[in-house]
């Protein structure tokens, strides 16, 4: 047995990522801080719910939600200009810092009793002005650290320690919002950014944290790059519905819970720990994945992925659709892993931050665009409704994505 184990750590994809010297310093912030994040989830929206309007609640929830991470779409294209040179660790180190800054303003005017609605989701809306940088930023770092063969399992690490944070954030988010209400909680996400900001300040060589030297090109060389790579344009197509078809889903899953008789924050938390607890195993399983054709795996994951959430939408009992979403999280991290993978091996490395914004740019907007699609679906359809609307569509897609796939393979040369 202990001659099994060792063999099986020492062919474990994971191994070269896990014992890299910079990555070893790095990974410790980016736990801490995607802990806060996987708080935050619920926090967010449940703040939303205390202080919003009674008549106007899924409006708000929406924009809300939709806040926390629009904005990063518009300062991909618009910020390039002036970030396009920045080192990959100063991206992820700004990012970090903005998002500290604003969110820990949330939490002081919510204390002195100033906090509205209104600014409420202008503060969730600046604090993620720079985070489609701060992700390219990270995975670009892969790209420089890891050679080629490692990028799949580095990027199924980071998915990974995002996926756990998902597990373990919401049930604590829970307990803090009983003790503390949601602001604590959005304080406390806070905090864990400014630890990722001083992890990335002051835990590189300056050697890895250097831009690379042929880093020169204009602020939409990214999207130029997608446009010309019709690999790469057909995947941010294929993501840009696929979370938009999403993003419903971060409106009525709230609203939902909070019809439930006798539900509270707790039940929330428990869907997304469940999605958190598939996304871990599905991390886990990515890193074996290198060999798979990208197109077969991608559509098929969000065919499954909506399947898995029919349950939910269908009214099924509570345990059935809670176990619906552990499964759709356990094909999430293949769908990332690998759609990041393609993207660091098909861009030249001088482009790869810019090309990895516009991407995330895509990306992000899609899952807030559903999501402020979700607020009117909810009021003209239902909460149920929209999730059951939410889950057929994402199906749909996937069947439609991979006929398109094959009929373009039997039409090529």
């Known amino acids: 047995m202990p001659l099994t184990s060792d063999r099986t750590v020492r062919t474990s994809p994971y191994r070269p990522v896990l014992t890299h010297a910079t990555l070893r310093r790095l990974l410790p912030g980016f736990t801490v801080s995607s802990l806060g994040d996987g708080m935050a989830v619920v926090a967010v929206s449940w703040l939303a719910i205390e202080i919003a309007p009674a008549a106007e609640r899924g409006m708000w929830v929406a924009l809300a939600a939709a806040a926390y991470t629009l904005s990063g779409a518009a300062g991909a294209v618009l910020l390039g200009r002036f970030l396009r040179r920045r080192s990959p660790a100063r991206l992820v180190a700004c990012d970090a810092l903005l998002r500290a800054t604003a969110l820990g303003a949330i939490p002081v005017c919510h204390a002195l009793g100033v906090l509205s609605i209104e ?11 720079l985070h489609a940088w701060g992700q390219a930023g990270a995975h670009t770092l892969v790209a420089r650290l890891l050679p080629e063969r490692d990028h799949l399992a580095g ?47 002051f835990g590189l060589p300056r050697d890895a944290a250097a831009p690379a030297a042929a880093e020169v090109a204009s602020r939409t060389a990214g999207f130029a790059v997608i446009r010309r790579t019709p690999a790469l344009l057909g995947l941010v197509a294929l993501s840009f519905a696929f979370f938009c078809l999403f993003g419903p889903v971060y409106v009525a899953l709230p609203l939902y819970v909070s019809d439930v008789p006798g539900a509270s924050a707790g039940l929330l938390a428990a869907f997304y720990t469940a999605f958190g607890v598939g996304a871990v195993l599905g991390s886990v399983l990515t890193g074996y994945l290198n060999r798979l054709p990208v197109w077969p795996v991608t559509t098929g994951v969000v065919v499954a992925f909506g399947v898995f959430l029919l349950p939910t939408g269908l009214g099924a009992p509570t345990a059935v659709a809670v176990a619906g979403f552990a499964a759709a999280g356990l ?67 996937g069947v439609v994505a991979a006929g398109a796939v094959r009929a373009r393979r039997k039409s090529g040369p």
């Not at 790869?352 to 607020?375: F, H, I, K, W």
Request: glycine share 8%; hydrophobic share 60%; net charge neutral.
């Open 331 to 397: 094909l999430w991290p293949p769908y990332a892993s690998l759609s990041t993978a393609l993207f660091q091996r098909s861009t030249p490395p001088e482009l790869l931050p810019r090309t990895l914004a516009a991407s995330s740019a895509v990306r992000v907007l899609a899952v807030p665009l559903g999501t402020v699609l979700g607020g009117p679906l909810v009021a003209g359809l239902g909460a149920r409704e929209t999730l059951l609307a939410s889950a057929a569509s994402i199906a749909v897609l």
């Open 119 to 129: 600014s409420y989701v202008a503060l969730l809306a600046l604090s993620s002005v």
């Open 155 to 201: 990027n199924a690490v980071l998915s990974g320690i995002g996926s756990l944070s998902t597990v373990l954030g919401p049930p604590l988010a829970g307990a803090l919002i009983l003790w503390g209400g949601a602001a604590t909680v959005i304080a406390v996400d806070a905090a864990t950014f400014l630890v990722l900001a001083a992890t990335f300040l």
